[in-house]
């Protein structure tokens, strides 16, 4: 099974670019890092006060990944609040 994790930011703190990228590589870094997950950038828009993430993981169990879905959002949430941005939607898809 693969689950597939969108997480849309809003980050109100960037003022530009460069703001936003720093919000995004470090919210991706610490994901990877800790969940060994794939993480993207799905959609790499001029805008800087949002952004889009996906997040990927395969196991042959579905709790499993179900699970680690639900505490990749948590934490990307608590890392996102802590960068002056929050998750203004999220949701997980299987195949």
Known sequence: MI?????E???EAAQSLKDKRQVVRSLKDRLRAHFNV???ELDSTGLWN???LGVVSVSDSRAYL?????????????I?????ADIAD?????F
Not at 3 to 7: E, K, R, S, V
Not at 66 to 78: P, S, Y
Not at 90 to 94: K, N, R, T
């Open 3 to 7: 689950a597939f994790l969108t997480l």
């Open 9 to 11: 930011l809003r980050i």
């Open 38 to 40: 794939a993480v993207a």
């Open 50 to 52: 949002r952004a889009t």
């Open 66 to 78: 179900d699970g680690l879905m639900k505490n990749v959002e948590r934490q990307a949430t608590r």
């Open 80 to 84: 996102a609040n802590n960068g002056g």
């Open 90 to 94: 999220s949701f997980v898809e299987y």
